[in-house]
């Protein structure tokens, strides 16, 4: 028997108000294909009766946190669901207080018309059943069943926001607004209605000073994730986006709904990285290939250190092209070495450049010890990582220097080093960016290599 023949189209009755719940509890951990084809299956009726009951068809990061909070940050991925959960959490808010002034605040009037309102997963959208919204879109005003009212305001007409009174808001795409930091200075100092004002904001990272501020202080409660998170979007859909971007800027921003911040001073920028990356399908053919080199920053201790492996191309075309991560994370020497091994017999490599400051003869001992049967190259560092990273760092500038591919902690290392000196990333060392720089100075800056000195205008 269908769906829809079981629960029939008068879902008021408590018998099937009972077996709507259990289906509600099945179809939950049924995949997406099979949620979307019940769900259509459903009367109209039977569908916008499960809109009451939200909370079991939400994922975590859309329900609202039962602490003291004052602001609720949903920074998160496209497709997440976060314009869903905003107009759910307003949704609760009027129908619990007839008395709420809440204030939808967008970049512009038009997104919160189109987006906050009668968009697809707006207000009207996810009414209940006999709940009736009055919108009166030339005065910017939304009535609500139980008395309250939302008023309609843009970051780009901010001044109005400056006087009016509310309990509540809803800012939707916080990383879009123009004006951002007045427009939020005027909403906050006319939040003084009720006794517990609220704000939810709901956006896609950007760089900008709010996202900062706003994370660092009291009373706010940053959630949310990444595209992925949300098991209601199409698998399809899913699998192409990370096969694009997956590891990118974009993607780490767009989908994983990472606030990614550029440090100041440092050799490389994330906008120099994405210019320098070969982007494309999956499967893009790399350029053909003249030498390959890896390069390997072994680790003080096993204790947590990482080993530095990475794997990089001079093409034919006389640029570098960084091929692969191998590094590894607390291991032995043993394993570390067989790492190396490995990444070598992956790409047919010539050369093994290993910095010897940890060990002189042991880091080559080790290698050998691996059956690595292939040149190993001993390096001395005589400068700081920062001084030997510039000149690299400028190979990248001069368009002489491609990443064939996305590798997240390798960039954000590199991202870390501080022109002058000084590393502000993740881990305790930047062994994945040193062991790219000793590959890459081989390659491109050594004596071997045979290549014009790189000055950058």
Same mark, same amino acid.
């Given at each position: 028997?269908?769906?829809?023949?079981? /629960?029939? %189209?008068?879902?008021?009755?408590?018998?099937?108000?009972?077996?709507?719940?259990?289906?509600?509890?099945?179809?939950?951990?049924?995949?997406?294909?099979?949620?979307?084809?019940?769900?259509?299956?459903?009367?109209?009726?039977?569908?916008?009766?499960?809109?009451?009951?939200?909370?079991?068809?939400?994922?975590?990061?859309?329900?609202?946190?039962?602490?003291?909070?004052?602001?609720?940050?949903? !920074?998160?991925? &496209?497709?997440?669901?976060?314009?869903?959960?905003?107009? #759910?959490?307003?949704?609760?808010?009027?129908?619990?207080?007839?008395?709420?002034?809440?204030?939808?605040?967008?970049?512009?009037?038009?997104?919160?018309?189109?987006?906050?309102?009668?968009?697809?997963?707006?207000?009207?959208?996810?009414?209940?059943?006999?709940?009736?919204?009055?919108?009166?879109?030339? *005065?910017?005003?939304?009535?609500?069943?139980?008395?309250?009212?939302?008023? /309609?305001?843009?970051?780009?007409?901010?001044?109005?926001? &400056?006087?009016?009174?509310? =309990?509540?808001?809803?800012? %939707?795409?916080?990383?879009?607004?123009?004006?951002?930091?007045?427009?939020?200075?005027?909403? !906050?100092?006319?939040?003084?209605?009720?006794?517990?004002?609220?704000?939810?904001?709901?956006?896609?990272?950007?760089?900008?000073?709010?996202? *900062?501020?706003?994370?660092?202080?009291?009373?706010?409660?940053?959630?949310?994730?990444?595209?992925?998170?949300?098991?209601?979007?199409?698998?399809?859909?899913? !699998?192409?986006?990370?096969?694009?971007? #997956?590891?990118?800027?974009?993607? &780490?921003?767009?989908? %994983?709904?990472?606030?990614?911040?550029?440090?100041?001073?440092?050799?490389?920028?994330?906008?120099?990285?994405?210019?320098?990356?070969?982007?494309?399908?999956?499967?893009?053919?790399?350029?053909?290939?003249?030498?390959?080199?890896?390069?390997?920053?072994?680790? /003080?201790?096993? *204790?947590?250190?990482?080993?530095?492996?990475?794997?990089?191309?001079?093409?034919?075309?006389?640029?570098?092209?960084?091929?692969?991560? *191998?590094?590894?994370?607390?291991?032995?020497?043993?394993?570390?070495?067989?790492?190396?091994?490995?990444?070598? #017999?992956?790409?047919?490599?010539?050369?093994? /450049?290993?910095?010897?400051?940890?060990?002189?003869?042991?880091?080559?001992?080790?290698?050998?010890?691996?059956?690595?049967?292939?040149?190993?190259? &001993?390096?001395?560092?005589?400068?700081?990582?920062?001084?030997?990273?510039?000149?690299?760092?400028?190979?990248?500038?001069?368009?002489?220097?491609?990443?064939?591919?996305?590798?997240?902690?390798?960039?954000?290392? !590199?991202?870390?080093?501080? =022109?002058?000196?000084?590393?502000?990333?993740?881990?305790?060392?930047?062994?994945?960016?040193?062991?790219?720089?000793?590959?890459?100075? #081989?390659?491109?800056?050594?004596?071997?290599?045979?290549?014009?000195?790189?000055?950058?205008?």
């Amino acid at each position: 028997m269908s769906i829809a023949a079981r /629960v029939g %189209d008068t879902p008021d009755d408590s018998y099937w108000e009972h077996q709507l719940f259990r289906l509600i509890e099945q179809l939950c951990h049924e995949p997406v294909e099979v949620q979307e084809r019940c769900s259509a299956a459903l009367p109209s009726r039977v569908r916008l009766f499960l809109l009451q009951f939200w909370q079991r068809w939400a994922h975590k990061g859309q329900i609202p946190d039962d602490g003291d909070w004052r602001v609720w940050l949903i !920074m998160a991925g &496209r497709g997440f669901g976060k314009t869903r959960a905003g107009a #759910e959490w307003v949704s609760e808010v009027a129908r619990s207080d007839g008395n709420a002034r809440i204030a939808l605040v967008g970049a512009t009037a038009e997104d919160v018309h189109k987006v906050m309102i009668t968009g697809q997963s707006g207000l009207q959208a996810v009414a209940r059943q006999g709940e009736r919204l009055q919108y009166l879109p030339s *005065h910017g005003l939304l009535r609500f069943a139980s008395g309250a009212l939302a008023h /309609v305001y843009s970051a780009e007409c901010f001044e109005k926001l &400056r006087g009016p009174e509310h =309990s509540h808001a809803w800012c %939707d795409e916080l990383g879009k607004w123009n004006n951002a930091d007045g427009c939020w200075d005027n909403l !906050m100092l006319g939040l003084r209605l009720g006794e517990r004002q609220r704000v939810l904001v709901t956006t896609t990272p950007r760089q900008m000073r709010l996202l *900062h501020r706003l994370k660092k202080e009291d009373g706010v409660v940053v959630c949310g994730g990444g595209t992925a998170r949300n098991h209601n979007l199409p698998d399809d859909f899913v !699998m192409t986006v990370k096969a694009l971007y #997956e590891g990118t800027r974009w993607g &780490r921003q767009e989908l %994983d709904g990472e606030l990614i911040e550029d440090i100041e001073g440092a050799l490389w920028s994330r906008d120099l990285i994405e210019r320098q990356r070969l982007a494309g399908a999956p499967g893009l053919p790399r350029p053909e290939m003249t030498r390959i080199v890896i390069g390997v920053d072994p680790p /003080v201790s096993a *204790h947590g250190d990482a080993c530095g492996i990475v794997a990089v191309g001079s093409g034919a075309d006389g640029k570098a092209y960084v091929l692969a991560d *191998h590094s590894v994370s607390g291991v032995s020497p043993e394993q570390w070495a067989r790492a190396v091994a490995g990444a070598v #017999e992956a790409w047919g490599a010539d050369r093994v /450049v290993a910095e010897d400051n940890q060990g002189g003869n042991m880091v080559e001992s080790t290698l050998r010890a691996a059956d690595l049967a292939m040149p190993v190259k &001993r390096v001395h560092a005589s400068r700081g990582k920062s001084a030997r990273a510039e000149p690299v760092a400028a190979l990248y500038e001069a368009r002489r220097a491609f990443h064939v591919g996305a590798f997240p902690e390798l960039e954000d290392q !590199m991202c870390g080093l501080i =022109s002058g000196g000084g590393y502000d990333g993740p881990g305790r060392s930047p062994d994945r960016a040193d062991a790219l720089v000793w590959s890459m100075t #081989e390659l491109m800056l050594g004596k071997a290599a045979r290549m014009p000195r790189v000055s950058v205008l």
